[in-house]
């Protein structure tokens, strides 16, 4: 079976508001972080059509603060799958609809989801179809950020040992 990538593609938006900011009055980093883990999983669902659970975040890359008062919106989408794995991407863009109102990328973000059975056990995803030729660069350079997740795993499990004793031992 194969789906299209635009049939996962996930849009949410929110305000920032004081409760969501830090004392430069700007976007917690962990409550992007939540949001972003959020709008993911949804796209891994409307991929799937079953549970997820996140494998992994690649890293979020913050490239511009998302001040109080501003809008930002999130963007996600599946974009490599493996068998029982989907990469999702997700665009964080931001804006001041009072000023400009002008869109402007301010981080972005790659997550591993794993679909799973109602006895949670992994099961095969959909097979991705890129709806144009920049979606296709997207699945064809998935493949290699899939193979350094691999490694980045292994490594983290070499690390299991290190830290099951006390840092301080």
Avoid: C
């Avoid at 974009?79 to 665009?91: D, F, I, Y």
């Avoid at 400009?100 to 095969?124: E, H, N, R, W």
């Amino acid at each position: 079976m194969e789906k299209k990538m635009s049939e996962s593609y996930t849009v949410k938006t929110a305000n920032v508001l004081p409760p969501d900011t830090n004392n430069h009055n700007t976007l917690y980093g962990g409550r992007l972080m939540e949001y972003i883990d959020d709008v993911a999983s949804i796209a891994a669902r409307r991929h799937s059509k079953s549970k997820v659970v996140t494998a992994s975040i690649d890293s979020v890359d913050f490239l511009e603060p998302v001040n109080l008062g501003e809008v930002v919106t999130l963007e996600a989408m599946v974009t490599h799958t493996g068998n029982s794995s989907m990469e999702v991407l997700v665009k964080i863009s931001k804006e001041d609809p009072e000023n400009s109102g002008d869109a402007k990328l301010a981080a972005f973000s790659f997550l591993t989801f794993v679909a799973l059975s109602d006895d949670k056990k992994p099961i095969k995803v959909p097979q991705l179809i890129a709806d144009n030729d920049r979606l296709k660069w997207l699945d064809e350079t998935g493949e290699e950020r899939a193979e350094h997740r691999l490694h980045r795993r292994d490594r983290s499990k070499a690390l299991r040992e290190f830290f099951a004793k006390d840092l301080l031992d």
